[in-house]
């Protein structure tokens, strides 16, 4: 690998991301907003308090406060007071919320047009790229749920081990803040 490539791949990486935030605006949302709402609407029910989408966008959770208060004065997330304690709250992204986040954006369709085999190694180098970045910074990965190592199947959703809590099946293709990828076997 020449020495400056490391330097011409994060910046292609930041010229997609630009691109893509560019793209982002969707109503009357900004990029920042559209970011929050798309992570709620992909987040399973333990991950959505403001501190958690704070630290899944890397933004300051006064920002991410002041975003989130803004989408829902204007209809598009719903907020929930955590019923054991009063000062604990969460978000769920209201049906106004999930017609936008529905629609794919423009990077989507031109990684859809990629073969299997290249789309899955792009996928797995960036997996690497992220992972290394958040073990330097002590972040959180924030997995998809049924690849985690606390995640049992059991019927149709599963259960998670971690919280001993059930699992709807739709829950397991959702975002967790608790992720921890699956530990090695050992033969």
């Known amino acids: 690998m020449a020495n400056d490539s490391p330097a011409q791949i994060r910046s292609l990486i930041d010229r997609l991301a630009r691109l893509d ?13 559209v970011a929050a709402l798309s992570y709620l609407s992909r987040a399973n029910r333990f ?9 899944y966008l890397g933004a300051t959770r006064g ?34 919320g999930q017609a936008l986040v529905g629609d794919e954006a423009p990077i989507e369709a031109v990684l859809r047009c990629l073969d299997g085999a ?3 190694a792009i996928e797995h180098t960036l997996r ?27 019927g149709a959703g599963g259960f998670c081990t971690l919280l001993s809590e059930p ?14 990828a699956p530990q090695p076997a050992h033969n």
């Open 63 to 96: 920002t991410t406060s002041q975003t989130l208060k803004v989408l829902q004065r204007k209809g598009y997330l719903v907020e929930q007071r955590s019923l054991s304690d009063r000062r604990s709250i969460s978000y769920s992204v209201s049906r106004e």
């Open 21 to 33: 935030a560019a793209e982002a605006w969707l109503g009357d949302l900004n990029p920042a907003q």
């Open 128 to 154: 690497e790229i992220l992972q290394a970045l958040l073990d330097k910074r002590g972040g959180r990965a924030f997995g998809v749920c049924r690849t985690c190592r606390y995640h049992q199947k059991r």
């Open 118 to 120: 290249q789309a899955a």
């Open 167 to 180: 699992l709807k099946e739709e829950e397991t293709t959702q975002i967790c803040f608790e992720h921890k």
């Open 47 to 55: 991950s959505r308090s403001p501190s958690q989408v704070a630290d």
